[in-house]
């Protein structure tokens, strides 16, 4: 079964930088978009920043200028770079593929388990 997995969350203080990694496990998928979502507690999940098959992005208004989205396409992956963190940003920040199987089948999202990111103040 394919599964993402993300890396690269951790603890850092306001105004510090961290790059968020998800890798997709298996073969044979073809992948459209690519996105980043979190969710602090008592809050809805939120769209981040989000690549499509083209590479063009799209970002939230709270983080404009600040994160960067990019993918590997060889690789499955999607990565984030997130510079001048700020408190507001702590939540557990998940990965999302919207893809099939390359012999066939509807697309659909996949999803990582989820990292946690925590901005210090």
């Known amino acids: 079964q394919v599964q993402l997995a993300e890396s690269g969350g951790g603890l850092v203080q306001a105004g510090g930088s961290l790059r968020l990694s998800c890798v997709a496990s298996?073969?044979?998928?073809?992948?459209?978009?690519m996105a980043w979502y979190r969710q602090a507690p008592g809050k809805q999940r939120e769209l981040v920043a989000q690549?499509?098959?083209?590479?063009?992005?799209d970002y939230a208004d709270s983080v404009k200028g600040r994160f960067t989205i990019s993918r590997d396409n060889a690789k499955n992956s999607v990565y984030m770079q997130m510079k001048s963190l700020k408190p507001e940003d702590t939540a557990v920040y998940f990965c999302?593929?919207?893809?099939?199987?390359?012999?066939?089948?509807?697309?659909?999202?996949?999803w990582g388990q989820g990292t946690q990111v925590t901005v210090s103040s």
């Open positions: 999302n593929f919207r893809a099939r199987r390359s012999f066939g089948g509807d697309y659909r999202d996949y």
């Open positions: 298996g073969s044979a998928l073809r992948v459209n978009a």
């Open positions: 690549i499509t098959s083209d590479g063009i992005t």
